[in-house]
């Protein structure tokens, strides 16, 4: 089975930092995504994990432990333009399967 | 723009009705994968396609199905409609292993 978990909502306050966990637990897997999505609107791609560790992007970055089924997104210097879902995603062989995503609001 | 385009937009239709929606890949990418998206809830598998061929197939409902095309474009047909399929569809493409899925603006389907 699939199973991938992340927490429903957070709120965070501009200029500080929030982690974002996913935990999954799947057949497969061939990596880790995250998304950022807006109301309404497509999910961008944000970040890119297939081995263990820490990928930094700007502001952004993501974190994966295979042995622990564990990832997270870490938000810096949050913006309110940050306020959205976040969509973890685990590549099992050739699907993609998405979490339900934490929505995340910033406030001033 | 991610260079996936998915026409239409938007689409009201009727219950019991069917209806096809289309999505262009980004130029090059072999793979397309459908997505449902409801209201406030997370984006639903539904099929995947690589060159042609049916690769993986998620939570998809026997009254949906697909196809993908020689020119590699993609259909996903919904029929039998009902109030519950009322939602977002998205869809994305793949180009290698390690890629990252390009996601479409998505098609609004409101039954009534």
């Known amino acids: 089975g699939q199973n991938i978990d992340q927490p429903t909502e957070m709120t965070a306050t501009e200029g500080a930092i929030v982690q974002i966990n996913c935990t999954y637990q799947?057949?497969?897997?061939?990596?880790l995504f995250w998304y950022q999505q807006h109301a309404g609107e497509a999910p961008t791609f944000l970040s890119y994990?297939?081995?263990?560790g820490l990928e930094e992007k700007g502001r952004f970055s993501s974190f994966l432990s295979r042995s622990k089924g564990y990832s997270y997104l870490l938000l810096k210097e949050l913006q309110m333009k940050d306020s959205a879902s976040y969509l973890c995603?685990?590549?099992?062989?050739?699907?993609?399967?998405f979490g339900t995503g934490t929505r995340l609001q910033v406030f001033p | 723009d991610s260079g996936v385009t998915q026409t239409p937009k938007h689409l009201i239709t009727a219950t019991g009705q069917r209806v096809t929606l289309r999505c262009s890949p980004r130029s090059g990418d072999l793979s397309v994968y459908w997505y449902q998206q409801s209201l406030d809830q997370g984006l639903q598998f539904l099929i995947q396609?690589?060159?042609?061929?049916?690769?993986a197939k998620g939570n998809i409902l026997e009254r949906f199905s697909a196809q993908q095309f020689p020119d590699l474009h993609s259909e996903l047909n919904l029929s039998s409609l009902e109030l519950g399929d009322s939602a977002l569809y998205f869809c994305?493409?793949?180009?290698?292993?390690?890629?990252?899925?390009?996601f479409g603006q998505g098609t609004r389907l409101t039954v009534v």
């Open positions: 799947t057949s497969g897997f061939n990596g």
């Open positions: 994305a493409s793949r180009g290698g292993v390690d890629t990252e899925a390009f």
């Open positions: 994990n297939v081995l263990d």
């Open positions: 396609y690589y060159n042609g061929e049916e690769r």
């Open positions: 995603a685990v590549k099992d062989t050739d699907k993609l399967i």
